[in-house]
């Protein structure tokens, strides 16, 4: 047995032998990295502080005039490109000009997560997806590379049970004890995210699921880009906004209309779709969430991070920090579908979460970042 599969049998072991998390710990209970963490009340401690804080929040249009200080890197024009990749229409990246910010929260609301303390933070300019890579943009990879990802290696990966067919529900013999709603499905893959009976034809548009850190590594890469460090990730979530909890403000829904696509109902019995997704939705769906445009950076789906995981950090001022030099977990931002106020209050621009790099679920994916512009799209910036 390879080093890979053994990772993943003790990730398995670990999951069955998880009996005392906390139902609040779901989303982490992939990797079984909540077993130790505080239970619901006392990680939830604070997270009232969205609720009647007066914030400077902003309309949609307010928002959306913003960005007229915002280098945005379009498609147009694509066909006079000589470079033989072409840029989608979901692949659009945003200067992301560098400077001073907070990194963290000296009031935590998941302690345990290590979202403490508040550090002075300086970044250098960078360009960041807009968009989560989508299932059109990871087809275009894995056409031109043959690449297969370590789900479709290993021949299965997790997904929400409330999502599956009855079919492939009967064909499943294991569970999490612990975590029920998160399910084993053979051949559930980028391709198929609820398994063989289904396929992403109808959602080319929705982010990319079921890949792993080491496959969102070599998907950036091949587009000359990496993935953001959490710093940047977290910087480009504030969008310059301080004190705030999400990219837009402190109100989870201003004006009552929503920003992001989180889970509405009792998890995981119910899912009332008030948002109007179960699961994934579109890359380009929901408002543009702050200056930057950035779209659905909380919410939809996780976000890997470039960072190893740490939960201990200092309160001394950095600069481009990178997160702890080694580990056996990658940082994770955003939240996704699956994340509820009560049980998982994880779509906050401060809020991280950890699984192994080899991981994989149908509420994981990423964008890519980059120092420079990749050349592919420099003739399109050079147009603006
Ligand atoms: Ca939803
Ligand atoms: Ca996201």
Redesign the pocket.
């Known amino acids: 047995m390879d080093s890979k599969s053994m990772s993943r049998v003790f990730l398995l072991s670990l999951l069955l032998v998880l009996l005392t998390v906390n139902f609040a710990s779901f989303e982490e209970s992939l990797d079984g990295s909540c077993g130790n963490k505080k239970d619901g009340a006392e990680r939830l401690k604070g997270s009232d502080t969205s609720c009647g804080c007066k914030s400077n929040r902003k309309t949609n249009k307010e928002i959306d005039d913003d960005h007229s200080d915002v280098t945005v890197v379009t498609d147009e024009g694509q066909d006079e490109l000589n470079d033989e990749l072409q840029p989608s229409y979901t692949d659009n990246m945003v200067y992301i000009q560098g400077g001073q910010f907070t990194m963290g929260l000296n009031d935590p609301i998941l302690i345990a997560d290590g979202e403490y303390p508040a550090r002075g933070v300086t970044v250098s300019s960078f360009y960041m997806d807009m968009h989560?890579v989508s299932n059109q943009d990871f087809e275009r990879f894995v056409n031109a590379t043959s690449y297969k990802t370590e789900a479709e290696s290993f021949g299965d990966s997790f997904v929400l049970q409330s999502l599956l067919s009855e079919q492939t529900l009967k064909s499943i013999t294991q569970a999490v004890a612990a975590a029920p709603w998160w399910l084993p499905v053979k051949g559930a893959s980028w391709k198929h995210p609820e398994g063989l009976d289904t396929h992403i034809k109808d959602r080319m548009d929705h982010p990319v699921v079921h890949v792993s850190w080491n496959d969102a590594v070599k998907y950036c890469n091949w587009l000359n880009k990496r993935l953001p460090t959490e710093a940047e990730w977290e910087y480009t979530c504030q969008g310059g906004r301080k004190n705030r909890l999400y990219p837009w403000g402190n109100k989870e829904m201003p004006k009552g209309k929503h920003y992001m696509n989180i889970w509405q109902g009792k998890f995981p019995a119910e899912n009332s779709k008030e948002d109007g997704y179960i699961s994934t939705a579109p890359v380009t769906e929901f408002p543009a969430q702050n200056k930057y445009g950035m779209k659905?950076?909380?919410?939809?789906?996780?976000?890997w991070t470039a960072d190893w995981w740490q939960v201990n950090h200092s309160s001394a001022k950095s600069k481009n920090p990178t997160g702890a030099i080694s580990g056996k977990d990658k940082v994770k931002k955003?939240g996704s579908y699956m994340c509820h106020k009560d049980t998982c209050y994880r779509y906050r621009c401060a809020a991280r979460s950890q699984n192994t790099p080899d991981s994989s679920a149908g509420n994981l994916g990423f964008r890519c970042a980059s120092s420079e512009l990749p050349k592919y799209l420099q003739r399109n910036n050079d147009e603006l």
Not at 296 to 303: D, L, R, S, Y
């Open positions: 989560e659905n950076i909380v919410g939809n789906v996780w976000e955003g």
